[in-house]
């Protein structure tokens, strides 16, 4: 069932992208995901009160509560430049950057939570996922060099703080209904979220959202929503070295919306660095 839960969080993962690049095409993106985050609070408590695990609230240990409490805060951080790096670069060129992330996650989960089964299938299937990665990340053309000293540290950035918050759900989930880790890491992410907005000064923007693009950060944060419960289930139940590089295949349907969308093309050597990642992914969740 976690494998299933795992593939769930990739595809919706996936669509979450592309729902967030129209929804901010106008719209500033620390206002988008703050207004996104909303949404996926929502949808995570309704999901909470669904299941019944409302009521297990005051049995959530001290470790456990300041260890959501971490991920969350990583998690907003990871957000904030992720969608910064969205609104300034292609879809194609950010989101390779982001699934890095994965590397680091692995070999987090490999000797900070000690799951060295099937360790050298572990770090082949890494070793593909870093070189198809490299593969990927490709600058744009003439007149993109601006946009690249924009984009690319952020790119970075949101990976860093994303491999963190695998590792710290992880630790924080245990012993909590996942629903319920994920309700609670969501409200600090809105906290977060809507924090950076009143400081930059943004929060007056929000009436002048064009409507269409409302629409759209609402569908990604359902989106997000539905994507989240899938992989925290999938932490919480299953190994963390094979959770997130199957997550990660989202990127199969980015880059397929992507071109639909925004006929943003891979070029050769993108493609078959797309192909390593997912052979590398796919040899992690077949031998592990």
């Known amino acids: 069932m976690w494998l299933i839960m795992a593939a ?3 595809l919706f993962a996936g669509l979450t ?16 995901t703050a207004l996104r985050t909303v949404v996926v609070l929502l949808f995570s408590w309704v999901m909470v009160f669904i299941v019944g695990s409302a009521g297990t609230v ?14 969350g805060l990583a998690t907003g951080a990871s957000w904030l430049c992720y969608f910064k790096a969205l609104s300034a670069g292609d879809v194609n ?19 900070l939570l000690g799951e060295r089964e099937h360790l050298t299938v572990k770090l082949i299937g890494t070793a593909f996922l870093a070189l198809g990665i490299f593969l990927m990340i490709e600058r744009k053309e003439a007149g993109g060099a601006r946009a690249d000293g924009i984009w690319l540290p952020y790119a970075f950035a949101s ?18 209904e996942s629903n319920l880790g994920t309700a609670i ?40 929503g539905a994507s989240w419960l899938c992989y925290y289930y999938a932490i919480q139940n299953g190994v963390v070295s094979v959770v997130v590089p199957i997550d990660k295949l989202s990127i199969l349907v980015t880059v397929a919306f992507s071109y639909a969308v925004f006929r943003e093309k891979l070029t050769r050597k993108a493609a078959v660095g797309l192909a390593l990642m997912v052979l590398g992914t796919l040899a992690m969740a077949i031998w592990v």
């Open 17 to 32: 992208a592309i729902l967030a690049k129209c929804g901010i095409k106008k719209t500033d993106s620390d206002v988008a």
């Open 8 to 10: 769930l969080s990739a």
């Open 58 to 71: 005051t049995q959530i240990s001290g470790k456990s509560l300041a260890f959501l409490i971490l991920s």
């Open 185 to 224: 890491r969501t409200g600090v992410v809105l906290a977060m979220a809507w924090l950076i907005v009143f400081f930059k000064g943004k929060q007056g923007q929000v009436r002048g959202i064009d409507r269409r693009e409302l629409l759209f950060i609402a569908l990604s944060g359902l989106a997000t």
């Open 159 to 176: 990976a860093a703080f994303a491999a963190l918050t695998s590792i710290l759900a992880k630790i924080g989930i245990t012993g909590v």
């Open 93 to 111: 060129k950010v989101v390779p950057i982001d699934k890095s992330s994965t590397i680091l996650s692995v070999l987090l989960a490999i000797f």
